[in-house]
């Protein structure tokens, strides 16, 4: 097939614009667990489709996201609070056992 100015017309396999329209179109949205989940957790905070939230979903996005992160490290530096109260204990118990260990030694003598 010819296009008006003489050359052919390209198949439409060879479009980029095409492929990716296909694959769009073939992808199966019902069965992709993960799109499921991210349209589920975007519909809690993005309710009105309007032209400022649209802009301004990605800081809403990175917001989120850096209040989540602040709210794992601040739970994190609790519990290595207590990881580092238990090694303290442990180290005294060690401690104590190597010098009641030394004391038995010395009676054995």
Do not use: H, Y
């Not at 396999?13 to 329209?21: A, E």
């Not at 073939?26 to 667990?33: A, G, I, W, Y």
């Not at 400022?52 to 994190?76: G, H, P, V």
């Amino acid at each position: 097939m010819t296009t008006s100015s003489g050359g052919k017309k390209p198949e439409s396999g060879s479009n980029p614009l095409t492929r990716k329209v296909k694959k769009i179109l073939e992808t199966q949205l019902d069965d992709d667990k993960e799109l499921l989940e991210a349209v589920s957790a975007l519909g809690t905070f993005f309710t009105d489709n309007t032209l400022n939230n649209r802009r301004n979903l990605r800081s809403d996005i990175e917001q989120r996201s850096l209040t989540i992160n602040r709210n794992f490290l601040t739970s994190f530096s609790n519990v290595k609070k207590e990881v580092d109260v238990l090694n303290e204990r442990i180290n005294f118990i060690d401690t104590r056992c190597k010098t009641m260990k030394d004391r038995l030694q010395s009676t054995r003598r």
